[in-house]
């Protein structure tokens, strides 16, 4: 089983930056496709990147297009997203997802904990 835990969550003000950590255990993260999934209070669970397994596809989410990059090491087991330009909006916990596969589909099958990120003056 694939395990998955978030770093680098906190308070950043307006126009800030944060970079996210997602540090897998357990498998090699060489066969999975990882993404970031959001939640803020009283709303859905949104996807908000992806990477494919190899690192060669990445989908963003519109509202953070621009803004936030997902990269990975696979060497390393870690996923990273480089957050920039952080909105009140972008406020919600964050959580690091793997499905087994080379692609980004909605299908994950493991996830960490999550990380809070807070975007206020």
């Known amino acids: 089983q694939l395990q998955l835990v978030e770093s680098g969550g906190g308070l950043v003000q307006p126009g800030g930056s944060l970079r996210l950590s997602c540090a897998a255990s357990?498998?090699?993260?060489?066969?999975?496709?990882i993404g970031w999934v959001r939640q803020a209070p009283g709303k859905e669970r949104e996807g908000v990147s992806c990477?494919?397994?190899?690192?060669?596809?990445?989908n963003d989410a519109d509202s953070v297009k621009g803004r936030f990059t997902i990269s990975r090491d696979n060497a390393k087991n870690m996923v990273y997203l480089q957050m920039n330009s952080l909105k009140p909006e972008d406020t919600a916990i964050y959580y690091c997802?793997?499905?087994?596969?080379?692609?980004?589909?909605?299908?994950?099958?493991?996830w960490g904990q999550g990380t809070q990120v807070t975007v206020s003056s």
């Open positions: 997802a793997g499905r087994l596969g080379r692609r980004c589909y909605a299908d994950f099958g493991s």
């Open positions: 990477i494919s397994s190899n690192g060669g596809s990445t």
């Open positions: 357990g498998f090699t993260l060489v066969y999975y496709a």
